[in-house]
T-cell receptor, first 113, second 115 residues
Framework: GDSVTQMEGPVTLSEEAFLTINCTYT??????LFWYVQYPGEGLQLLLK?????DKGSNKGFEATYRKETTSFHLEKGSVQVSDSAVYFC????????????FGQGTRLTINP | DVKVTQSSRYLVKRTGEKVFLECVQD?????MFWYRQDPGLGLRLIYF???????EKGDIPEGYSVSREKKERFSLILESASTNQTSMYLC??????????????FGSGTRLTVV
């Protein structure tokens, strides 16, 4: 079945460092891909998405490119801030008409000042 | 602002109690979902519903049931709470057949502790 694998955390960086969180997937067909962020004590919020190969999703300085050839959707940010400390989840949905998302295990990110 | 509202942020219940977790959405979404979130295990789907009075089991339905009497409300029921059900519970919703394009909208979560 469909699955998502994220890099294991926790990840700890200093402010202004470059961030990459790896996400790879296994799916039949052409899934849509998502990154969600969960700030402490809150639910998940959609951060960005891409619905077809080579699409780039972006939001709040974060970017991720849908790479079909490597089945990847890595999250990047050029200069992280303390406020980016959160848990990040990669997710996929199946082909058009799919009802459910499949989530990765989440990666906890801590940014130190 | 569209919302998914979970009735309690924190809940403490005793072992053996019947527990109701409530979720309400104001977006006229057909799909609603209940997940539990545990460290190292990510999000695990408990139950979901595509329509009023309709429900389907997710990956870990044991010890839980659900109720969807109205389109906007999806309740998760712990028939007899146990300590291994201590967890963060997340409700989510989406439009029918739109998860592919829009993903889900999540509530803020209910942190349940069973003592």
């Amino acid at each position: 079945g469909d699955s998502v694998t994220q890099m294991e955390g926790p990840v700890t960086l200093s402010e202004e460092a470059f961030l990459t969180i790896n996400c790879t997937y296994t799916a039949t067909g052409y899934p849509s891909l998502f990154w969600y962020v969960q700030y402490p004590g809150e639910g998940l919020q959609l951060l960005l998405k891409a619905t077809k190969a080579d699409d780039k999703g972006s939001n709040k300085g974060f970017e991720a490119t849908y790479r079909k050839e490597t089945t990847s959707f890595h999250l990047e940010k050029g200069s992280v801030q303390v406020s980016d400390s959160a848990v990040y989840f990669c997710a996929l949905s199946g082909e058009e008409g799919a009802q459910k998302l499949v989530f990765g295990q989440g990666t906890r990110l801590t940014i130190n000042p | 602002d569209v919302k998914v509202t979970q009735s309690s942020r924190y809940l403490v219940k005793r072992t053996g109690e019947k527990v109701f977790l409530e979720c309400v959405q104001d977006m006229d979404h057909e799909n609603m979902f209940w997940y539990r979130q545990d460290p190292g295990l990510g999000l695990r789907l408990i139950y979901f519903s595509y329509d009023v009075k309709m429900k389907e089991k997710g990956d870990i339905p044991e010890g839980y049931s659900v109720s969807r009497e109205k389109k906007e409300r999806f309740s998760l029921i712990l028939e007899s709470a146990s300590t291994n059900q201590t967890s963060m519970y997340l409700c989510a919703s989406s439009l029918l057949h739109r998860a592919t394009l829009d993903g889900y909208t999540f509530g803020s979560g209910t942190r349940l502790t069973v003592v």
